[in-house]
């Protein structure tokens, strides 16, 4: 392992690898992701095959599970998300699919978390933003690369808006039409 300004800085998978400095995140196993996912059979006996694994090594786990609003307290993102994943164009037609307590939003049998294990729920296509997950790695002596994977996660979502400097700070400094609009 390299070693510079007091980091250890692990270059292989084999240093990566060591409790000391790795989490697995279970990430929106339910049975409502699942359902619409293709090979899900085949993602599940990975997955698995993944958390005994980590649990065999000694690792921490944390279980990340999507939960919708309801319509009236969604905000602009989770209906504009909700609206492009179910290819509706109205937000009446929206239908909130995870909601706590529905059967969609639960993780399914075969990943069941341990008591030693933390199940965080979250409104964001993230992980780490809005949710405590970065807090526990953290505070676990644990470093996570949020924010490139945040990103990765919202242009995954095909709902984001994403653009770049320059092209943003130049719509920032635009004249405003009267009324704000």
Same mark, same amino acid.
């Given at each position: 392992?390299e070693?510079?300004?007091?980091?250890?800085? @692990?270059?292989?998978?084999?240093e990566v690898?060591? @409790?000391?400095?790795?989490?697995?995140?279970?990430?929106?196993?339910?049975?409502?992701?699942?359902? #619409?996912? %293709? #090979?899900?059979?085949?993602?599940?006996?990975?997955?698995?095959?993944?958390?005994?694994?980590?649990?065999?090594?000694g690792?921490r786990?944390?279980?990340?599970?999507?939960?919708?609003?309801?319509?009236?307290?969604?905000?602009?993102? #989770?209906?504009?998300?909700?609206?492009?994943?179910?290819?509706?164009?109205?937000?009446d037609?929206?239908?909130?699919?995870?909601?706590?307590?529905? @059967?969609?939003f639960?993780?399914?049998?075969?990943?069941?978390?341990?008591?030693?294990?933390?199940?965080?729920?979250?409104?964001t296509?993230?992980?780490?933003?809005?949710?405590?997950?970065?807090?526990?790695?953290?505070?676990?002596?644990?470093?996570?690369?949020?924010?490139?994977r945040?990103?990765?996660?919202?242009?995954? %979502?095909g709902?984001?808006?994403?653009?770049?400097?320059?092209?943003?700070?130049?719509?920032?400094?635009?004249? #405003?039409?009267?009324?704000?609009?």
């Amino acid at each position: 392992m390299e070693g510079a300004y007091g980091l250890d800085i @692990p270059r292989t998978p084999e240093e990566v690898c060591d @409790p000391r400095r790795l989490a697995l995140v279970v990430y929106d196993m339910q049975a409502g992701v699942l359902n #619409q996912v %293709s #090979q899900a059979a085949e993602v599940t006996e990975r997955v698995v095959e993944v958390l005994r694994a980590a649990r065999d090594g000694g690792y921490r786990v944390l279980f990340m599970r999507h939960m919708s609003l309801p319509r009236e307290l969604m905000g602009v993102f #989770q209906l504009r998300m909700a609206m492009a994943w179910q290819r509706v164009d109205r937000v009446d037609d929206v239908t909130p699919w995870f909601l706590r307590d529905a @059967p969609g939003f639960e993780l399914i049998p075969d990943v069941a978390p341990l008591e030693s294990e933390a199940v965080l729920d979250k409104i964001t296509m993230s992980a780490f933003e809005g949710t405590p997950l970065d807090i526990v790695l953290r505070d676990c002596g644990l470093v996570a690369e949020a924010a490139k994977r945040s990103i990765e996660s919202l242009a995954f %979502s095909g709902d984001a808006l994403l653009t770049d400097t320059a092209t943003f700070t130049a719509l920032l400094r635009r004249p #405003q039409a009267a009324g704000g609009a």
